[in-house]
């Protein structure tokens, strides 16, 4: 059986950066295809044709003479898991155990990807896409809603385990980890105000070396560049 999956993503995203990641972390082969963010290469009408909504991560599974493109990262996730492509590991077989990985991947639509996304929106991307920088007050206004979701993640995700799923580390704490690792472009620090977020990150970041640096590496980059500028 010919077989070729062909992944579409920008190391900017969020999504793009987990699913990366798990892809290496479990050794699955795939054609990298970059897209450009902030050059809107998801605009273009080529890149239409592969993902309808003009995000990334999106993915061209080939076998055979079968073509099959998804869009979205928890059902990539999940197929590609079905199709044995991302490791048991990080998305068990076990019922509970896979419930509780679905648990905080459907929370994280409306907590913790959304606040940071949004802060991360009029803090840094207002400015480099745009050319000027939102206003004080909406950036406060976001960093306050985001700061609310991280104390969720302190106080309740990272009560009593050292992953957010249990003891064990999962596709949830890789796709949590991208999302609070994203902030850092922006200059925030959560080292002193969340010690128990920072030690996870650093555990997920240990556990999944070399590939975690390696997707941020942007990430640490414009975080050297903000820093530069205060």
């Known amino acids: 059986m010919d077989s070729t999956l062909e992944y579409y993503f920008d190391f900017l ?10 892809l290496k ?3 699955t082969k795939f054609e990298a295809k970059p897209i450009n963010l902030l050059e809107a290469e998801n605009l273009q009408d080529d890149y239409k044709k592969i993902n309808r909504f003009k995000k990334v991560p999106a993915i061209i ?9 998804l869009s979205e990262s928890i059902a990539i996730l999940r197929y590609l898991a079905a199709k044995d492509q991302i490791s048991i590991a990080f998305y068990p077989i076990d019922l509970h155990e896979r419930a509780r990985v679905d648990e905080f991947l459907s929370w994280q639509h409306t907590g913790i990807r959304t606040s940071c996304s949004l802060y991360f929106r009029f803090q840094w991307v207002q400015e480099k896409a745009f050319g000027s920088p939102a206003s004080e007050a909406k950036v406060a206004k976001y960093r306050k809603l985001m700061e609310k979701d991280l104390e969720l993640m302190e106080n309740l995700w990272l009560k ?16 949590g980890a991208c999302e609070i690792e994203q902030i850092r472009c922006c200059g925030y ?4 105000k969340y010690p128990k977020i920072y030690s996870w990150i650093e555990r997920v970041r240990h556990e999944l070396h070399p590939f975690f640096n390696e997707a941020h590496r942007m990430v640490y980059m414009y ?8």
């Open 13 to 22: 995203s969020q999504p793009s950066r987990a699913l990366y990641i798990l």
């Open 160 to 175: 009593d385990t050292e992953y957010l799923a249990g003891n064990k580390l999962t596709a949830a704490d890789v796709f």
């Open 223 to 230: 975080e050297k560049e903000t820093k530069s500028k205060l």
């Open 189 to 192: 620090e959560i080292k002193n």
């Open 25 to 27: 972390a479990s050794g």
């Open 61 to 69: 599974d080939k076998e055979d003479d079968q073509v099959f493109q």
